[in-house]
């Protein structure tokens, strides 16, 4: 997706939820932001749109430049298949929002879903523990997999 798309996306967002916002560069000291929105009571927030070739590291540092020089809120928009790959951790401890721009243009708020550990696959208790006690080892061949006998 482009950028534009994804400006046009938030913007349009964003007019629903404040009275004025503003999505062209913003200069803020040694960096620059992607534009800003401004809510009823007077409060600022900062919006950065990152692509899918943008650095995400480098938006994080933008928000909180953002922050620094006055604005209330930072809000991260970028496309959903990046949203779901960045780490949400930073953003819960500033409290900052991502959003995430669908194909359509429909802007989704991303909740942190909690962390769940789960085995990456299921397998017989019995088994489990014969690799644990070394009972049984898990050998991994080198070479192309070849098809084994099917036993029905």
Do not use: C
């Amino acid at each position: 997706m482009s950028e534009t798309f994804l400006k046009r996306a938030v913007k349009k967002h964003f007019l629903g939820l404040s009275d004025k916002e503003n999505m062209s560069r913003i200069k803020l000291g040694n960096s620059e932001i992607d534009g800003e929105a401004h809510a009823s009571d007077g409060q600022k927030t900062a919006v950065e749109i990152k692509t899918a070739t943008d650095d995400a590291v480098r938006g994080l540092g933008q928000l909180a430049e953002g922050i620094a020089y006055g604005y209330g809120k930072a809000v991260s928009a970028a496309t959903i298949r990046k949203v779901k790959k960045i780490d949400q951790t930073i953003f819960k401890h500033f409290g900052w929002k991502l959003y995430g721009v669908d194909l359509k243009g429909k802007v989704h708020k991303i909740r942190q879903l909690p962390k769940i550990a789960m085995p990456l696959f299921t397998v017989k208790k019995e088994v489990f523990t014969w690799i644990r006690t070394g009972q049984k080892t898990i050998g991994l061949r080198r070479g192309k997999a070849k098809q084994g006998k099917r036993y029905s």
